[in-house]
C-alpha cells in the first residue's frame, strides 16, 4: 500500500515538471521554426549589410551547385560573386539597395565581363530595376535578377537544403 502511494505522490510532484519540460520544447521548435523562416526572409535581406548579403548568395549559389568566388573587396571591377558550373563562369554584380538600381550596377557588371574573362554576367538585386537600367542590360547581354527573382532563388535553395 505504500508503494501506491509514493508513486502516487512521485507522479503529482512530476506532473508539473514534465508539464513545464513540454511546454519548454515547444517553445525551443517554435523559436527554431521563426528563426529558420527568418534566415531566408526578403525583411532579413533588406537588414544586411553588403558583405551579410554577398554571404548570403554566396550561400544560396553553393546550396545550387555552383563553385562561388568572392571577388576582394574593393577594386572588384563591378563584379562581387563569379559562380562556376559546367565550365560556365558568371559574374554577378550584388547590390543590396533600398530603391532601385539604376545603369551603374549594369555598367559595372559590362566592365567586370571582360576583365574577369566571364561567359556572362548579371545584376542581382533585393529591389527593382529602372527602365534605364533594363534596356542597358538588354543591350548588353546582362542579366538581371530583382526582387522576385531573388525569391524564386531562395526558394530553390531552401529545396536543396
Given amino acids: 500500500m505504500s508503494k501506491i502511494l509514493t508513486n502516487s505522490i512521485f507522479l503529482k510532484d512530476a506532473l508539473p515538471v514534465f508539464i513545464a519540460f513540454i511546454i519548454i520544447v515547444a517553445v525551443v521548435a517554435i523559436i ?11 525583411f532579413r535581406i533588406d537588414k544586411m549589410k553588403g558583405d551579410e548579403f554577398e554571404d548570403f548568395i554566396k550561400e544560396i549559389y553553393e546550396l545550387l551547385g555552383y563553385t562561388v568566388i568572392k571577388t576582394k573587396k574593393s577594386g572588384d571591377q563591378g563584379i562581387d560573386l563569379i559562380v562556376k558550373k559546367l565550365f560556365k563562369k558568371t559574374g554577378i554584380q550584388l547590390k543590396r539597395y533600398s530603391k532601385t538600381v539604376g545603369n551603374t550596377a549594369v555598367q559595372e557588371a559590362v566592365a567586370g565581363k571582360k576583365y574577369y574573362k566571364l561567359d556572362r554576367v548579371c545584376v542581382l538585386t533585393n529591389q527593382t530595376f ?26 530553390k535553395a531552401k529545396k536543396k537544403r
Fill in 32 to 42: 527554431t521554426l521563426i528563426l529558420k523562416k527568418y534566415k531566408w526572409s526578403l
Fill in 130 to 155: 529602372t527602365k534605364s537600367a533594363v534596356a542597358l542590360a538588354k543591350a548588353n547581354g546582362v542579366i538581371l535578377i530583382d526582387r522576385d527573382g531573388l525569391k524564386k532563388l531562395i526558394k
